[in-house]
């Protein structure tokens, strides 16, 4: 999963419940942290089954499907800086 995907929908998801719900959320951490953006994603679904806001839930959707496509994703890779200052350390 791109981490640009997952920030646009979190930037997405974060305009839409400022709008409908008052509710302010943090975009940067929804995009880094999978159990604070799962917490969201329940807010947003909760708030969207109350008003029967289907834009809302499929934000919701959206961001969850990310979630879930990254869960199976392999771990991110390591960037070669530190994999050269972990042999040098080693050697």
């Known amino acids: ?5 997952r920030m646009a929908a979190a930037a ?4 839409a419940l400022r709008r409908k719900a008052g509710r302010v959320t943090d975009t940067d951490w929804m995009a880094l942290n999978d159990e604070y953006a799962r917490e969201i994603v ?3 679904r909760a708030r ?5 806001d289907a834009a809302l839930a499929g934000l919701a959707d ?7 496509a990254g869960a199976a994703a392999p771990a991110p890779a390591v960037p070669l800086v ?3 200052a ?4 080693d050697a």
Not at 48 to 52: I, L, M, P, S
Not at 86 to 89: D, G, I, Q, Y
């Open 1 to 5: 999963m791109a981490n640009t995907e």
């Open 12 to 15: 997405h998801l974060h305009v």
């Open 42 to 44: 329940l807010v947003a």
């Open 48 to 52: 969207a089954a109350e008003d029967g």
């Open 62 to 68: 959206r961001l969850a499907a990310l979630l879930d």
């Open 82 to 84: 530190e994999r050269v």
């Open 86 to 89: 972990h042999r040098l350390r």
